[in-house]
């Protein structure tokens, strides 16, 4: 079944640790793959064009089912599999309803911090605004709290006990978050949550190659 997929992905990039995350908790292993550069802009060329005529990543493709967000890519993958690997989605109704809250939420956080690495690292130091930079840091900070507290409710996992669709959605954004600044000591169940995941195989197997040749040399989220 894997055979009939193929990802487009690039290394770093939240949105497609996801859904390579994804495919190992659902042991669909053995997809086809090719990682492309976004510095060298290889995710705006024809391949990608061909499938997501956004030209984003991932640009994801099963059989001629084409999904390109990242969030529904995952959900199809539980949807079309879903007595294969571990189960994403709980069965039990309360559980169903916060995996699914957390899940469409954890895209809020990425943006967030969007927000801020791109005000950082792309716009140019004479058109910058101290009280633009500082609001974008806010709304990060308020996020980011946010989480904190959803941890403190139900952990160890984002949205209760087991691990669910929700962590597949809103690791990748938290685990790039801390080596970019975020405080673990300002967030610490987070910084708990986030050590707890890296040892989950599905994430051991796919973590972005690109941190571990290349680390940060900003830490534009330290004040979030």
């Known amino acids: 079944m894997a055979k009939d997929m193929f990802l487009l992905w690039g290394s770093g990039s939240p949105p497609c640790w996801r859904v390579m995350i994804a495919l190992e908790e659902k042991n669909l292993q053995g997809y086809q793959h090719k990682e492309l550069s976004f510095v060298k802009g290889e995710h705006k060329a024809k391949?990608?064009?061909?499938?997501?005529?956004?030209?984003?990543?991932?640009?994801?493709?099963?059989?001629?089912?084409?999904?390109?967000?990242?969030?529904?890519?995952?959900?199809?993958?539980?949807?079309?599999?879903?007595?294969?690997?571990?189960?994403?989605i709980p069965s039990d109704q309360a559980e169903q309803a916060l995996v699914y809250q957390r899940t469409l939420e954890a895209p809020n956080a990425q943006q967030k911090m969007i927000d801020v690495l791109t005000y950082t690292f792309r716009v140019p130091e004479e058109e910058k605004h101290e009280a633009t930079e500082k609001r974008n840091k806010e709304a990060a900070t308020t996020e980011f709290q946010l989480w904190e507290g959803y941890l403190e409710?139900?952990?160890?996992?984002?949205?209760?006990?087991?691990?669910?669709?929700?962590?597949?959605?809103?690791?990748?954004?938290?685990?790039?978050?801390?080596?970019?600044?975020?405080?673990?000591?300002?967030?610490?169940?987070?910084?708990?949550?986030?050590?707890?995941?890296?040892?989950?195989?599905?994430?051991k197997a796919t973590w972005p190659t690109l941190w571990m040749q290349d680390p940060p040399l900003k830490d534009p989220l330290k004040d979030v």
């Open 47 to 88: 391949e990608v064009l061909d499938i997501n005529p956004r030209g984003q990543l991932p640009a994801f493709r099963h059989g001629t089912n084409v999904i390109n967000d990242s969030v529904a890519a995952c959900m199809y993958l539980e949807n079309q599999f879903k007595s294969q690997g571990n189960p994403l």
């Open 153 to 203: 409710k139900t952990g160890p996992y984002i949205a209760g006990k087991n691990f669910s669709m929700a962590d597949v959605v809103f690791f990748p954004t938290l685990a790039l978050a801390f080596p970019l600044g975020l405080s673990q000591k300002k967030y610490p169940k987070l910084a708990v949550y986030n050590e707890f995941l890296k040892d989950r195989p599905s994430i």
